[in-house]
């Protein structure tokens, strides 16, 4: 059994800044990707960053120089650092993280999901 537990989700101002988190637990051998999705209301889920065990980092086109995702491998854990928030950004944000348990099975979970808000 493997969790992600979200956090960092909330109300901002245009402009602003947030940092979310994410961290998986449980029964694992190896995480290979961690990322962040997102959905707005009426819209499909669409990917908004998404890092390789190596360090390899993929960005949506209208995230890029605004959004930066990083890892700490020690604690199984992606952020993503939010930055020139703009109204459009709004939606439910959900981590997403791949890889295998020590049986070898390969995993791919979701958290829950982590509310962000960006209005005047």
């Known amino acids: 059994q493997v969790q992600l537990v979200e956090s960092g989700g909330d109300s901002v101002q245009p402009g602003g800044s947030l940092r979310l988190s994410c961290a998986t637990s449980?029964?694992?051998?190896?995480?290979?990707?961690m990322g962040w999705y997102r959905q707005a209301p009426g819209k499909q889920r669409e990917l908004v960053a998404v890092?390789?065990?190596?360090?390899?980092?993929k960005y949506a086109d209208s995230v890029k120089g605004r959004f930066t995702l990083f890892r700490d491998n020690t604690k199984n854990t992606v952020y993503l650092q939010m930055n020139s928030l703009k109204p459009e950004d709004t939606a439910v944000y959900y981590c997403?993280?791949?890889?295998?348990?020590?049986?070898?099975?390969?995993?791919?979970?979701w958290g829950q999901g982590t509310q962000v808000t960006v209005s005047s």
């Open positions: 997403n993280s791949k890889g295998r348990d020590p049986a070898g099975q390969s995993f791919d979970y």
């Open positions: 890092i390789t065990s190596g360090g390899s980092r």
């Open positions: 449980g029964s694992i051998f190896r995480i290979s990707d």
